[in-house]
């Protein structure tokens, strides 16, 4: 293959890369600006004596981080009706609801195992905390949509899918602490 035609094949895939995940991507920092008031598990305690789930996770959050992952995939279905591009998988209402959902069910999950392992609300477990998202996200494709997943996301897709998670989950975190919406940089 000409290099050239290679370097554009990758900036193809990192792009669907980014393109596919944004409606799992957006739901989180949304739920760190929008979250707070009554959490999930309404205060409750697990067996262990442990809190559930914890106050880092709300309604209020999971519903506007759903509700804003799921607007930005049907801007992202409008700018595509007109035709797509060649090489970008389309969106569906599916394939976004599912991937929004996804995002943030993931977050949850992560946070309840999180308890049982005795880890406060905010502390640190890398890799869980980057890549619950695309776990939830990806697994709900998985049961629901298997065949948008299969034809949307490539190996080649995929890859860069795990390469960019975490680089963009740091870039947020960042960005939140600085700006005070998160209290920890991480
Ligand atoms: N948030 C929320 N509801 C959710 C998810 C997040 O309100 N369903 C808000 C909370 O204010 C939370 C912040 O977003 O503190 C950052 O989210 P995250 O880092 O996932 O939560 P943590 O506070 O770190 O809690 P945990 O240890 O359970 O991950
Ligand atoms: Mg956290």
């Not at 990758?10 to 760190?32: E, G, Q």
């Not at 609300?121 to 298997?146: M, P, S």
């Amino acid at each position: 293959m000409d290099t050239i035609i290679n370097i554009e094949y990758y900036f193809i895939a990192i792009f669907a890369a980014l393109w596919i995940m944004l409606p799992a991507y957006v739901p989180n920092p949304i739920a760190a600006l929008c979250g707070g008031g009554t959490p999930i598990d309404r205060g409750r305690t697990y067996p262990d004596g442990r809190r559930i789930l914890g106050d880092g996770k709300t309604f209020r959050g999971f519903i506007i981080g759903i509700g804003s992952g799921i607007l930005v995939g049907m801007i992202q279905i409008t700018i595509q009706s007109g035709g797509g591009w060649s090489g970008i998988p389309d969106h569906t209402p599916l394939s976004i609801t599912l991937l929004s959902i996804g995002a943030l069910s993931g977050d949850l999950a992560k946070s309840f195992i999180k308890r049982r392992l005795g880890k406060e609300r905010g502390e640190r477990w890398n890799i869980a905390d980057q890549y619950d998202l695309v776990a939830g996200a990806l697994l709900l494709n998985v049961v629901f949509n298997l065949n948008w997943l299969i034809s949307a996301v490539s190996l080649i897709i995929f890859l860069w899918i795990l390469i960019l998670t975490p680089f963009l989950h740091y870039i947020m975190n960042i960005i939140g602490y600085l700006t005070g919406i998160k209290d920890v940089p991480w």
